[in-house]
Nanobody, 120 residues
Framework: QVQLVESGGGWLQAGGSLRLSCAVS????????MGWFRQAPGKEREFVAS????????DYADSVKGRFTISRDMIKATVNLQMNSLKVEDTAVYYC?????????????WGQGTQVTVSS
């Protein structure tokens, strides 16, 4: 497993932008897929975006396509989530996660989460 620490959460008004960062450490993570998930109050945790560490191939939930961008910095060993045009419904605790890059693998490393609050 790898260790993940998120940062960058905060409070802002709708329409604004925020950048989340996830510091990655531990085992060699070149064979991992890195993901961002979120959990709003009273709701289940949901997938937001993912990126392969090796090739940088990204995937997004429909609800964030065109607004959020996931990226990885191989030198700094971070995975970032740039969030633009934020909406009230984006309010949630955002979690960084990692899984091995093979079909059927589950996310088994999680960060502690960072709160994002978007007000109208």
């Amino acid at each position: 497993q790898v260790q993940l620490v998120e940062s960058g959460g905060g409070w802002l008004q709708a329409g604004g932008s925020l950048r989340l960062s996830c510091a990655v450490s531990g085992r060699t993570f070149s064979a991992y897929v890195m993901g961002w998930f979120r959990q709003a109050p009273g709701k289940e945790r949901e997938f937001v975006a993912s990126i392969t560490w090796s090739g940088g191939s990204a995937d997004y939930a429909d609800s964030v396509k065109g607004r959020f961008t996931i990226s990885r910095d191989m030198i700094k060993a971070t995975v970032n989530l740039q969030m633009n045009s934020l909406k009230v419904e984006d309010t949630a605790v955002y979690y960084c996660a990692a899984r091995l890059a093979y079909a059927g693998a589950s996310y088994n490393s999680w960060g502690q989460g960072t709160q994002v609050t978007v007000s109208s």
